[in-house]
């Protein structure tokens, strides 16, 4: 790959409020001119560390393996031209030809816009104050004026002293149940050692796959067990279920599939719409409603019963609870899968007809897929996690594992069933290359209690919470409440107001808090609602790291410093040694080691497995580079040197046809089930799970006695359901008759990269409608729509397609909202509007399955957000 077809013109960064790289280094005191080096900021500089290692001198300048970190599906290499203290060019691999055998890791064009996010005019610079906050709490905070306050700036001392004071006072008035953290990387670790705090429980992207499906016979998370890339041509026919690995995955994911494309495997794909993954797959299309993956799977098994392709042997040999004669041992109801298929128990038969009623779906759809996964074709099925992502999928994971199991597909070549997200995409098996441990002592949380993320808005507002410990674990009931005050939200590592459903509920309940902190190197929606805002570095101000999972079962990605950091920004590191000694603690006891030790210690920790099979150190390190990066370690022999591995950003595993690293998932299982049980109860994939069915009943999310050990169909709060008036499908449509989901798209990873200019000119904001709808609305493409739920209302630019199922509204995921209107518009577009406190289940975060509706907006258009001025703060 020729890094100089990414090539933007010196200066781009200067277009839209962004700066020039000359710019930069006028700001950050020079910090670009020592690039070459790239000398960490503590200890002192010392000549050929860590820098030097991760770039390589050529004729046009510098280049400089640099961090891709946010949590997209790739977090690929990403390298960095640096020419006279400027960053001139971004690309990606280059440190070997791009081959299947041998893939380079390439980014996504949101990793090839990161010097627009690094050195944007719009970073947080230097720590904020929200203008009308005093500490004291009550009327001092005014709350009311959160998200439209003016800003001041203040010191480092300043901040850090008014964060400390109002600790001492919420702690000592209100005790650890009064604050609420979220990741523990500077602030939080402080709490910790306070007594802790309230945490948040939450599904987030993987959605019901959070659950504790390792019960069900599931590997963590569903994923792991595909079968290896190499398998992938193989099979007859690779099923997608939900999702749009082509955008949300980004770089080189979809190289896995490339020799079973050439091949000639055929491809489905199953969700509501016909989108980019379909399309390059040239997939044959199966529609199916958000929401009602489970309605479909259903028809499908029972027509797969009907069709005479169920894979009886594998049933009786694997699983557990499919029919009375095969069930586990600590069952309590005299039902079963089969049963509830063909309607035993509610004398309904879930045949095609009845999931189509539901699901949308064609009939005819429904039986041609059933009788293409059976038993006598070679299928590989594989599911991202939007079908999760939804209130009521609580049945998914068990569901799309019985579907499987019926079909026979684990345990052999050409077949697989599980979980294709992310890099995970086609590309299953264990890790042959891992990065290692930096050596940081883990602070725990003193206080064990959690409260449910989708409905964290109506706790703060209600002063109450659920307080047995994290959901889907052992021991949860969301009926066991205490009470509260809650007076203090800190935010850290992520965006919380930007992925927490019910935003229009947030603005209302935050203003009830004493105090909101965050650390974040954008003004994005959190930092907006927040009191006190302090500079975090990015990391490509960092003395470097890896990719914050593994890239693929093949390749780990590390990065180096590009600039020391920028403004006032400071790493987490920095902020919380700040904080604990401000509190009388010692820094030395919660970061007992530099930031240079612990990347170090991860680079020596790396290991790789060679072709015999043994794990073997990665990295050769010799007392040379021990002496110039000033750390304590041992020189060790691997396979690549520390300078090489620095330099070409990433390690890949080469591979080859017939390789010692091939993997078929479930085969050790399937081969000897006896040697090698599952980890349920039976050591089996139960079918019927007697834990699944009591632990999400003893939730308290849904009515008593909702849910059985067995997969069947739950009614969603929205969803399906809440299209009709009378919540009887097929009745008189009700005010909200569409169901809104969220699909990610290339212009974001969830919140992050919504202000870069580039990736707004290449991406706009639309609302994907479809024709029938618009039509039926009298809206056109480029129409200004209002967008609206039960929850709130957004304004969006209407993308009228014909690949959209009727009754579905796709709005792109991630949007900063601006409620710049009196009418409480949001006029970005953000979806976690539209979606409310509502949860059912397991508490699920149903980002995908809300109910809405649009309507041609009257009032002025939107102009495109890339002629939008930057979002900068507003200062007193």
Known sequence: MDDSQNVFEPGALSRRGFLKGSAVAAVSAGALSSLVACAPSSPAPKEGLAGTAGATSVDEGIWIAAACWDNCGGRCVNRVLVRDGEVVRQGSETSHEDSFEWLQQRGCPRGRARAQ????EDRVKFPMKRKSWQPGGGANAHGELRGRDQWEQISWEEAIDYIAQEAERIYGEFGPAAVIGTKALAVGKILHQLGGHISLSDTSSIGTYAFNIVALGLPSQDLGELNDRFDNKNADTIVIMGGNPA????GSTMNNFNEARDAGVQFVYVGPSYNATAAYFEARWVPVLPGTDTAFMLGVCYEMIEQDVVDYDFLNTYCVGFDGDHMPADATLQENFRGYLVGDYDGTPKTAEWASAICGTPVEDIRWF???VGKDHKVMLMHNYALARCASADNIPQLFMTMGAMGGHMGKSGHACGGAYKTYAGAGGPALVKFGETGLPATKNALADTMPEPLMWQCIREGRYNSTGAAYGVN???????????????????NTLQTAVGLSDAREAIQKLDFVTDLAYTFDTSAAYADIVLP???EWERVGGFAGHQRSRETVVVYSRVTEPLWEAKTEFEIGRMLAARLGMDPDELWPITEEQAFFNQIVGCTYVDAAGEEKPLATITADDIAKWGVDAEPQEGDIALDDFLSAGCYTVKRAEGDGYSYIGYKDFVDDPEANPRESASGKLEIYCQYKGDMLNSMGYSPAGTFKPYPTYVASPEGREGMFADRQIGGAA???PLIVYNPHYLRRAHGVMDNVPWLREAWSAPVFVSAADAAARGVADGDTVRVYSA???????ASVVEMLMPG????PHGAWADFSKDDGIDVAGMDNVLCGSVTSGMGTSGYNNYNCNFEKYEGEALVADCELPCRTVAMA
């Open 117 to 120: 996010q690094v050195f944007g």
């Open 247 to 250: 955008w949300s995955s980004g």
């Open 370 to 372: 059933a009788e293409t």
């Open 476 to 494: 949860f009931n969301a009926e066991d409440i205490k009470e509260t005050e809650f007076k203090w939200l800190n935010i850290e590592g992520r």
């Open 536 to 538: 975090c570095a990015t």
């Open 734 to 736: 009700s005010e909200y």
């Open 791 to 797: 929850h709130g209302s957004v304004l969006r630019t």
């Open 808 to 811: 579905c509204v796709g709005l």
